[in-house]
């Protein structure tokens, strides 16, 4: 059992960033690949950013555009979302997420979901 929770969330205006953060309760965390997707309102939810566990590939949804810089601190089992030049676009509840699989942004791939946090864009 993996439990993931969420900080970081909040009200920022167009242009601005936030670091989100997702703290896992496991031990054997470095051996996840952890993501980030989001939900907007009405949407399905959507992959944002992922790190695999060894050797820590990285991967982006197109969207991200280079705004986003994902990263894992596997001694402090935390898992960061760094994002700039924000949009309200970018408007949704973000959650971290955790999977045996090496590479996938598949939702269905990720047993382990944190409780998600609000992150809102205003113009």
């Known amino acids: 059992q993996v439990q993931l929770v969420e900080s970081g969330g909040g009200m920022v205006q167009a242009g601005g960033s936030l670091r989100l953060s997702c703290s896992a309760s496991?031990?054997?965390?470095?051996?996840?690949?952890v993501g980030w997707f989001r939900q907007a309102p009405g949407k399905e939810r959507k992959f944002v950013a992922l790190?695999?566990?060894?050797?820590?590939?990285?991967s982006y949804q197109d969207f991200v555009n280079g705004r986003c810089t994902i990263s894992r601190d596997n001694f402090k089992n935390t898992l960061l979302l760094q994002t700039n030049s924000l949009k309200p676009d970018d408007t949704a509840v973000y959650y971290c997420?955790?999977?045996?699989?090496?590479?996938?942004?598949?939702?269905?791939?990720?047993?382990?979901w944190g409780q998600g946090t609000q992150v809102t864009v205003s113009s």
């Open positions: 997420a955790s999977s045996r699989e090496i590479i996938s942004t598949d939702p269905r791939s990720y047993d382990y």
């Open positions: 496991t031990r054997t965390f470095s051996s996840y690949t």
């Open positions: 790190v695999s566990w060894f050797p820590g590939r990285t």
